[in-house]
């Protein structure tokens, strides 16, 4: 086969290659498509959902059917502001990862390293271009604001229970004297006697109270 290239050739390439490039691109009108069909709900003409549009009529999921629209929507973007859009849907969805302050300035780096490198613009040039200025994850604040750290568990307390000798019980207390005074019936009957007494006319308290005190210890013998 010769080498030779003829002017036929050249013909043929930039049209098979004009080809190529419209197919490649073809991403953006796909995803713009998929965006009004779900934003205005037209797959409700013949399915339930979207998701039943996707997969039972094109055979993808939703998940690459939005994946489809947000690529769409960033090539549509750097097209404006860009020389280039990016040519695939896995160069778009690489930028998309990118939070949007940062994506035109990665679109243009990976735009002249691949002209002064002469390599193609490919989705893994874009996340090795890319790959500084991913946002880290950002760490979960607590109340104060500071970096929350969550606490860990404190280990419950062990109860130890020590074998103990049974307190014996004390021997109970002797009566008071007070106690003894109660009990004695002779006191008892004394106190009576004194409160009886004490009701009577002097004249006759003395003889009264000798009587009562002889018939008060009959009555205890």
């Not at 613009?121 to 200025?133: G, M, N, S, Y």
């Amino acid at each position: 086969m010769s080498n030779e290239i003829t002017q036929s050739d050249r013909e043929d390439f930039q049209q098979l290659d004009s080809i190529v490039a419209k197919n490649m691109s073809a991403f953006i009108k796909v995803g713009h498509a998929l965006r009004e069909i779900k934003a205005r709900k037209l797959y409700l003409v013949e399915y339930d959902s979207f998701e039943a549009y996707t997969e039972a009529r094109h055979g993808i999921k939703k998940r690459y059917a939005n994946d489809l629209i947000r690529s769409s929507e960033v090539a549509q973007d750097l097209g404006a502001i860009a020389p280039k859009i990016p040519a695939t849907e896995s160069q778009a969805r690489e930028l998309a990862k990118l939070p949007d302050a940062d994506r035109q300035e990665v679109w243009q780096e990976v735009i002249e390293k691949s002209e002064k490198e002469e390599i193609p613009i490919t989705a893994e040039l874009i996340k090795e271009v890319a790959a500084p200025h991913k946002e880290p994850k950002k760490p979960r604040l607590n109340a104060k604001g500071g970096i929350y750290k969550p606490s860990k568990p404190e280990p419950e307390d062990e109860v130890q229970i020590e074998d103990s000798e049974p307190i014996p019980a004390e021997p109970a207390s002797e009566p008071a004297e007070a106690d003894q005074f109660v009990e004695n019936p002779l006191i008892r009957l004394q106190s009576t006697v004194k409160h009886c007494v004490d009701q009577i006319p002097p004249a006759t308290r003395h003889v009264a109270g000798l009587f009562l005190i002889e018939t008060g210890e009959s009555l205890i013998k």
